[in-house]
């Protein structure tokens, strides 16, 4: 086996053990803004149709980095329900996986003061695929020389969400069964935020994102984002996992700057790097890229506790 693919290997089995910190599903810096993929009760909270598309470079200049195109749609329905679409392809070194799934909400209200509670269902599809044969090798007798896998495998998924004006909490676990083909677990997910208003200008919104699959590190990500009306935002997110949250020197860490603004009102544009931080990363802490474009059928924005970015008016 030639030394290209012996790289490849070693950092697919470290980011397999690593890489976001430990879990197996994908991580977006934008994952406040496209919460359906880990929670389907996310969507049909917007007024009208959505279509969000996202690019995602990991790793820059390591040859098999990770690298994620996805494409989502989100649509409020009658009845108080609500649709929602992922496409997704995820690339790392000789594993490659096209992902869909289709998520359902429905958002219960509670009482008069805007408090509400929604059930969401995620059905999905994984083409999973790895092809040791896309390598050159110094020995063509090695077996790996045609070694290639192909499985798809569906799975089920459901997430709870409650919320008001101001703040939300859910929780959720995506992909419920567990897929002893490509060793997947299940994994658990909790989040919540606020919103505060500083003036009529400014709009203050942390949140937090916990992930847990068995046999790996709680990964916490916590992020905040300041909107100046609906117009631009920035803003941070560090992430850890739970040992080395405080002090991620020993078992690493990541600190995004994310920024965004919205170039026509049907039309916005986010950004967002991110660099590695602690010792375990050596020489490679090489940066990560993130681009977020979202399109939405409606013009008219309001404010709302639904998601970070401003979204649409409230579900009747």
Same mark, same amino acid.
């Given at each position: %086996?030639?030394?290209?693919?012996?790289?490849?290997?070693?950092?697919?089995?470290?980011?397999?053990?690593?890489?976001?910190?430990?879990?197996?599903?994908?991580?977006?810096?934008?994952? %406040?803004?496209?919460?359906?993929?880990?929670?389907?009760?996310?969507?049909?909270?917007?007024?009208?149709?959505?279509?969000?598309?996202?690019?995602?470079?990991?790793?820059?200049?390591?040859?098999?980095?990770?690298?994620?195109?996805?494409?989502?749609?989100?649509?409020?329905?009658?009845?108080?329900?609500? !649709?929602? %679409?992922?496409?997704?392809?995820?690339?790392? #070194?000789?594993?490659?996986?096209?992902?869909?799934?289709?998520?359902?909400?429905?958002?219960?209200?509670?009482?008069?003061?805007?408090?509400?509670?929604?059930?969401?269902?995620?059905?999905?599809?994984?083409?999973?695929?790895?092809? !040791?044969?896309?390598?050159?090798?110094?020995?063509?007798?090695?077996?790996?020389?045609?070694?290639?896998?192909?499985?798809?495998?569906?799975?089920?998924?459901?997430?709870?969400?409650?919320?008001?004006?101001?703040?939300?909490?859910?929780?959720?676990?995506?992909?419920?069964?567990?897929?002893?083909?490509?060793?997947?677990?299940?994994?658990?997910? !909790?989040?919540?935020?606020?919103?505060?208003?500083?003036?009529?200008?400014?709009?203050?919104?942390?949140?937090?994102?916990?992930?847990?699959?068995?046999?790996?590190?709680?990964?916490?990500?916590?992020?905040?984002?300041?909107?100046?009306?609906?117009?631009?935002?920035?803003?941070?997110?560090?992430?850890?996992?739970?040992? #080395?949250?405080?002090?991620?020197?020993?078992?690493? #860490?990541?600190?995004?700057?994310?920024?965004?603004?919205?170039?026509?009102?049907? !039309?916005?544009?986010?950004?967002?790097?991110?660099?590695?931080?602690?010792?375990?990363? #050596?020489?490679?802490?090489?940066?990560?890229?993130?681009?977020?474009?979202?399109?939405?059928?409606?013009?008219?924005?309001?404010?709302?506790?639904?998601?970070?970015?401003?979204?649409?008016?409230?579900?009747?």
């Amino acid at each position: %086996m030639n030394k290209n693919l012996v790289l490849i290997i070693v950092l697919f089995l470290f980011l397999n053990i690593h890489q976001i910190r430990g879990q197996q599903e994908l991580n977006f810096n934008h994952y %406040m803004l496209n919460s359906q993929v880990f929670n389907p009760a996310f969507v049909g909270l917007e007024e009208n149709l959505t279509i969000s598309l996202l690019n995602s470079l990991q790793w820059i200049g390591f040859e098999g980095n990770p690298t994620i195109n996805a494409i989502f749609l989100d649509a409020k329905l009658k009845n108080n329900l609500g !649709l929602g %679409m992922e496409l997704i392809s995820d690339k790392i #070194g000789p594993i490659s996986s096209n992902f869909v799934a289709i998520n359902a909400a429905y958002h219960l209200k509670l009482n008069k003061n805007s408090r509400r509670l929604s059930l969401g269902i995620k059905l999905s599809g994984n083409d999973h695929n790895i092809s !040791l044969n896309r390598f050159n090798f110094d020995d063509l007798t090695d077996p790996n020389v045609r070694t290639k896998d192909s499985y798809f495998i569906t799975n089920i998924g459901f997430g709870l969400r409650y919320y008001t004006d101001k703040i939300y909490f859910s929780f959720s676990i995506p992909y419920f069964f567990e897929t002893k083909t490509i060793n997947k677990k299940r994994h658990y997910y !909790l989040s919540g935020g606020f919103k505060k208003e500083l003036n009529k200008k400014l709009l203050l919104n942390p949140n937090f994102l916990i992930k847990k699959a068995s046999n790996a590190p709680t990964s916490i990500d916590v992020s905040t984002m300041l909107f100046y009306e609906d117009l631009f935002w920035f803003g941070i997110n560090y992430g850890a996992s739970d040992n #080395g949250f405080i002090s991620p020197n020993v078992s690493g #860490g990541n600190l995004s700057f994310i920024s965004g603004f919205k170039l026509i009102p049907a !039309l916005s544009i986010g950004y967002s790097v991110t660099s590695q931080i602690g010792n375990w990363t #050596g020489s490679a802490n090489s940066r990560s890229h993130e681009i977020y474009i979202k399109f939405s059928t409606s013009k008219k924005s309001v404010k709302s506790s639904d998601e970070t970015l401003p979204e649409e008016k409230e579900i009747n």
